[in-house]
């Protein structure tokens, strides 16, 4: 029940924080639409084609400013998710996590609120995008190893929900009150925040649990135990002497793992470089592709945002995809290098062939949706949860949160730099935007084939002993003839 209430909970939690994410990218084409198509400027009966556009938005380097919004968030963020794992480590999650949605959802409300209070002032609505990052361990925590890749990629499906939802709402309101399309995000975030704070539960041991197996023989764990994914023995409490003796020897507490212990565990570094350009194709989609199909596909703001949504939607199929096939194959790596592979060619086709007909555009954008978000969904939850409880750390599952910290931490960089990239390079044509994400792709798959040989030797290790097990087996049945 337990682990239920946390995946509900935390689902809740980041559904609703990408939600606060979305309405930029919906309302982009708003603040500066096409404003010759409405017809002659009513105020000077001229054509000029901006003179419905929001200042300071409504100049030629609008795509520059637009830029410099999406980079203000994200900067904030891969800066905040470095610092996020000291504090993940040592002060209540439960306390961190609602304190950052509260006052997301309060920055996000007043983004909205500069188009009540007539606000045309760049600083303030670069200022207001600068918003505390939220942090979520407790999965980690609850989960073992079993079939983490499975229950992850379902569990992350809450970024693309909370794209798609995020879509929807901000398309509400965009072509008439684009306020309320960031003001209805931040209530919402705020108020699973306040939810989240009364009832999320960090820890197994917090409630009389034990904690789940992470690998063989880890500690905290018993020998007998059957089901990697049993939260206890019995799925029930701990005896009163087993919290008894953990109340005993407060001295064997584990202590928070450095920055440079976290960076020393295998594979997190070739894992977080990889995330930095995974999530900078990633957020290049999420920021821009909006805008994209307005320009290439001449639709609407709302029709636009809906359309949109499918690269979400192909995201969620994506992340659940990734992490059943690593958790059958056990190769994390090579799932995500082999996805990023076929995702090259598939951008590659979207940007000559996507906007040839509606169906041909609903098909790519679910398939590209799969590929760009598969590995990036797959890095930051499962791969992020096997590295923060790895067998190198003895048993020491506090590491988790520094772990996930750098990792989610340089791939936002990444996420900062793909909507400024795109931002800077889209005026030199949208054919080159889309360069640029299939050379990012590329190098994610290079970095990651360290990882993926060193997976791919011991299968074949793994094949070699089984066919050795099979001829000595043979063997002995012909002796025993």
């Not at 001449?298 to 499918?310: M, P, W």
Request: proline content about 5%; overall charge negative; some cysteine.
């Amino acid at each position: 029940r337990y682990r239920g209430l946390t995946l509900v909970l935390t689902f809740l939690c980041y559904t609703s924080y990408h939600l606060s994410r979305k309405p930029i990218s919906i309302v982009k084409s708003q603040l500066h639409p096409n404003c010759s198509a409405l017809g002659p400027n009513p105020h000077n009966d001229s054509n000029s084609s901006t003179w419905c556009s929001w200042a300071p938005f409504d100049g030629d380097n609008y795509k520059e400013l637009f830029g410099a919004l999406d980079n203000a968030f994200l900067v904030a963020y891969a800066i905040g998710m470095f610092i996020s794992g000291i504090f993940g480590e040592r002060l209540p999650l439960r306390y961190y996590l609602s304190g950052g949605m509260v006052l997301s959802g309060l920055f996000t409300a007043l983004f909205g609120l500069g188009y009540f209070w007539d606000i045309h002032v760049l600083w303030y609505f670069i200022i207001v995008q600068v918003r505390p990052p939220a942090v979520v361990a407790c999965v980690g925590n609850w989960f073992g190893k079993g079939k983490r890749g499975l229950i992850m990629g379902i569990w992350n499906s809450h970024t693309s929900v909370g794209n798609i939802l995020g879509s929807l709402i901000a398309g509400a309101w965009v072509s008439s009150t684009w306020g309320l399309s960031f003001i209805v995000p931040g209530v919402v975030i705020a108020a699973v925040g306040i939810v989240c704070f009364f009832f999320l539960v960090e820890y197994p041991e917090d409630v009389g649990c034990s904690p789940p197996l992470h690998h063989e023989g880890s500690g905290g764990v018993t020998s007998n135990e059957k089901d990697p994914e049993a939260v206890a023995p019995s799925d029930g409490p701990l005896s009163s002497t087993d919290r008894l003796d953990s109340t005993k020897e407060p001295s064997e507490e584990p202590e928070a793992i450095s920055f440079l212990g976290a960076l020393r565990i295998p594979g997190v570094v070739e894992f977080s470089l990889c995330l930095l350009f995974a999530k900078l194709v990633s957020y290049t989609f999420l920021y821009w592709l909006p805008l994209y199909i307005v320009n290439v596909a001449h639709f609407g703001a709302k029709e636009a945002g809906d359309l949109s949504t499918l690269f979400d939607v192909g995201g969620i199929l994506g992340g659940i995809f990734a992490g059943l096939i690593s958790d059958y194959t056990g190769g994390r790596a090579t799932t995500c290098c082999v996805m990023l592979v076929l995702a090259a060619p598939m951008l590659f086709l979207y940007n000559h062939v996507g906007q040839n007909g509606i169906g041909t555009s609903i098909a790519m954008l679910i398939v590209c949706g799969a590929l760009v978000n598969g590995p990036y969904a797959l890095i930051t939850t499962a791969v992020s949860a096997d590295l923060g409880t790895h067998e190198s750390l003895k048993g020491n599952a506090k590491a988790l949160s520094t772990v996930t910290a750098i990792i989610d931490g340089t791939g936002s960089i990444g996420a900062a730099l793909g909507p400024l990239l795109a931002g800077l390079i889209s005026p030199t044509g949208w054919n080159n935007v889309f360069y640029m994400l299939i050379a990012a792709d590329v190098l994610a798959c290079l970095l990651l084939a360290r990882v993926v040989v060193k997976e791919v030797r011991g299968w074949c290790g793994f094949m070699a002993r089984k066919r050795g097990s099979s001829v000595q087996l043979t063997e002995s049945v012909l002796d025993g003839k």
